[in-house]
Nanobody, 123 residues
Framework: EVQLQASGGGLVQAGGSLRPSCAAS????????IGWFRQAPGKEREGVSCISGSDDSTDYTNSVKGRFTISKDKAKNMVYLQMKDLKPEDTAVYYC????????????????WGQGTQVTVSS
């Protein structure tokens, strides 16, 4: 079965860094776009970043551009989200997911996702 296990969140002060990871299994890793999305209480789900399976193209939501970097290790079926200069508004549960488009697109519907990891940024 498809599994997408996010881990590596935590509690940091504003300006700090975290690097959550996503362990993927049960599907052909290189054939799909994998993205990170987040959801905070009272807010809509938001696509944060994505990386394409074919050409490794990436995209980011405007609020994280210049601060977050998505990457993947194809040999390990792992996707990472390096988050720097974290802000309190980044606080959310972060999930990794398979996205529906063949090319990275933050507005794509999600095909599958797993357990998220909590990221909390204090002021």
């Amino acid at each position: 079965e498809v599994q997408l296990q996010a881990s590596g969140g935590g509690l940091v002060q504003a300006g700090g860094s975290l690097r959550p990871s996503c362990a993927a299994s049960g599907f052909t890793f290189d054939d799909y776009v994998i993205g990170w999305f987040r959801q905070a209480p009272g807010k809509e789900r938001e696509g944060v970043s994505c990386i394409s399976g074919s050409d490794d193209s990436t995209d980011y939501t405007n609020s994280v551009k210049g601060r977050f970097t998505i990457s993947k290790d194809k040999a390990k079926n792992m996707v990472y989200l390096q988050m720097k200069d974290l802000k309190p508004e980044d606080t959310a549960v972060y999930y990794c997911a398979i996205q529906g488009d063949r090319k990275c697109n933050l507005q794509s519907a999600l095909s599958a996702w797993g357990q998220g990891t909590q990221v909390t940024v204090s002021s």
